[in-house]
């Protein structure tokens, strides 16, 4: 496939080891918002455009692909408030868009694992809390993920309403604390406690090769597609 890459951070560069390793051809890495006036982009350019860029641009990336005709699979969190809009436009031009928070086949797993932990735990007295820890340049805080896990956790436990960063307010409302730290790739801990006992539940990323595999596999899995898609529907076609 002929792959764009927009954002040529860290990942980006993870990205284009794994994309080449698989024999994919890279035609662009755009870094910045002026390096896409180069860039003329159709179907017969490109297959599919890869986005981890930032959450200030993620949205033009995005509505740029599907304007175009091009399919784009994004991993770029915080800017969850937009996204919806670009989901809208994805299917009034029949386009492709993939948006993941967190593409590692591990974490997608604990997604799992965390849902089924909150409603089977729902009832009982226990009260919940979140961890993340991420590198120092990460833009978001809390990460898309622990925003994932933290919405799981309200939607499958009857005792959470909502969320906030840092102590809870009232017994209705999940703490969900972050630290930036060195070069961390990744780590989100759930923890919940009783009077008598503690469960924890804890993901550690120990590189950036895991996002870049499902980040790939999701642009191999997009090709020829429409319609809005997340990585439950590729672990579901692929079990």
Request: proline share 3%; aromatic share 8%; net charge neutral.
């Given at each position: 496939?002929?792959?764009?890459i ?32 180069k ?6 350019s ?9 959450p ?8 740029h ?17 937009r996204?919806?809009k670009s ?29 089924k ?6 009832g ?9 820890i ?13 925003i ?11 005792t ?37 006992d503690?469960?924890?539940i ?7 090769t ?30």
């Amino acid at each position: 496939m002929k792959i764009i890459i927009s954002g040529y951070g860290r990942m980006g560069h993870e990205i284009e080891k794994i994309a080449r390793g698989r024999g994919h051809v890279i035609v662009a890495t755009p870094d910045k918002k002026e390096d896409w006036k180069k860039i003329k982009l159709s179907p017969e350019s490109c297959d599919v455009v890869i986005d981890f860029s930032t959450p200030d641009s993620a949205e033009i990336v995005v509505n740029h692909c599907l304007n175009s005709g091009v399919a784009v699979v994004t991993g770029t969190t915080g800017w969850s408030d937009r996204l919806e809009k670009s989901k809208v436009l994805c299917y009034k031009t029949s386009g492709a868009l993939f948006h993941a928070p967190n593409f590692s086949i591990g974490v997608n797993i604990f997604f799992e694992i965390n849902r089924k932990l909150a409603q089977m735990i729902s009832g009982h007295n226990y009260k919940a809390r979140l961890n993340e820890i991420h590198h120092i340049h990460k833009l978001d805080a809390p990460s898309g993920t622990a925003i994932a896990l933290a919405n799981d956790i309200i939607a499958s436990n009857k005792t959470y309403s909502k969320w906030i960063s840092g102590n809870a307010i009232n017994k209705e409302t999940l703490p969900v604390f972050s630290e930036r730290t060195g070069e961390a790739p990744g780590t989100h801990l759930i923890e919940w406690s009783s009077d008598t006992d503690s469960i924890e539940i804890k993901h550690t990323a120990h590189s950036r090769t895991g996002f870049a595999i499902g980040a790939v596999l999701a642009a191999e899995w997009i090709s020829g597609k429409s319609g809005v898609f997340g990585m439950s529907d590729l672990l579901n076609s692929t079990s």
